[in-house]
């Protein structure tokens, strides 16, 4: 099975500068999908970013950008010109093609918190 | 269109008591996803469907039946609540095809007492 791990359940930034947010998972696939996800206060899991693992270039949304690392197993988030609208939990995801079988949909890392000082 | 909207928003039940969650979109999407959202952990997939009159496990299924006799609509069931099944549960759909994303719903707190 697919593991997803977040090992910063916190992170703090001062507004306008640029913060990472880790991630690391385990598979098998040679073919996958990998995402953040952002989810505020009111709870709404909004789509930030994602990356295909068999494109190399890493997946970039105007100040949002991945590290990706696919030999690591590693999927940064790097959040520049951090703003206080960006304060919420990120979630790093997983979705394998399951062309050999197994359960559908996203798999999720516990989550990062990000606080956003003024 | 309204995305995915799911009812109710909020809910108190009792333990044993029974109650469905309704899941609808107006995307014609044919993937349907129940998640389950806990204090300090991600979602984690309860069941899923991959269209009209199909239904499959997920990680954590135990306790829930779900039904799909509509394409637009995904029903989630707990027969017997449990103060274990208190919880954000969260819907979601995308249309076929491994590159889609899945679209969420708003989410609805569930509290079994």
């Known amino acids: 099975a697919q593991t997803v791990t977040q090992s910063q359940p916190e992170m703090s930034v001062q507004e306008a500068e640029t913060v990472t947010l880790s991630c690391t998972y385990d598979?098998?696939?040679?073919?996958?999908?990998l995402f953040w996800y952002k989810q505020p206060p009111s709870r709404q899991m909004i789509l930030v970013i994602r990356?295909?693992?068999?494109?190399?270039q890493n997946a970039t949304e105007n100040r949002f950008s991945v590290n990706f690392q696919k030999a690591a197993k590693s999927f940064s988030l790097k959040i520049s010109d951090s703003q206080l609208g960006d304060a919420a939990m990120y979630f790093c995801?997983?979705?394998?093609?399951?062309?050999?079988?197994?359960?559908?949909?996203?798999?999720f890392g516990k989550g990062t918190h990000l606080i956003i000082q003024p | 269109n309204a995305g995915v909207t799911q009812t109710p928003k909020f809910r108190v039940l009792k333990t044993g008591q029974s109650m469905t969650l309704l899941c609808a979109q107006d995307?014609?999407?044919?993937?349907m996803y129940w998640y389950r959202q806990d204090p300090g952990m991600g979602l984690r997939l309860i069941h899923y469907?991959?269209?009209?009159?199909?239904?499959a496990k997920g990680e954590v299924p135990d306790g829930y039946n779900v039904s799909r006799l509509k394409k637009q609509n995904f029903l989630l069931g707990l027969e017997s609540a449990a103060p274990s099944q208190t919880s954000v549960y969260f819907c979601?759909?995308?249309?076929?095809?491994?590159?889609?994303?899945?679209?969420f719903g708003p989410g609805t707190r569930l509290t079994v007492l």
């Open positions: 995307m014609n999407h044919e993937y």
């Open positions: 469907s991959v269209g009209e009159g199909t239904t």
């Open positions: 990356q295909e693992a068999y494109k190399q």
């Open positions: 979601a759909s995308r249309l076929a095809g491994v590159r889609n994303e899945q679209f």
């Open positions: 598979t098998s696939e040679s073919d996958y999908y």
């Open positions: 995801a997983y979705r394998g093609t399951y062309s050999g079988g197994g359960a559908d949909g996203l798999t």
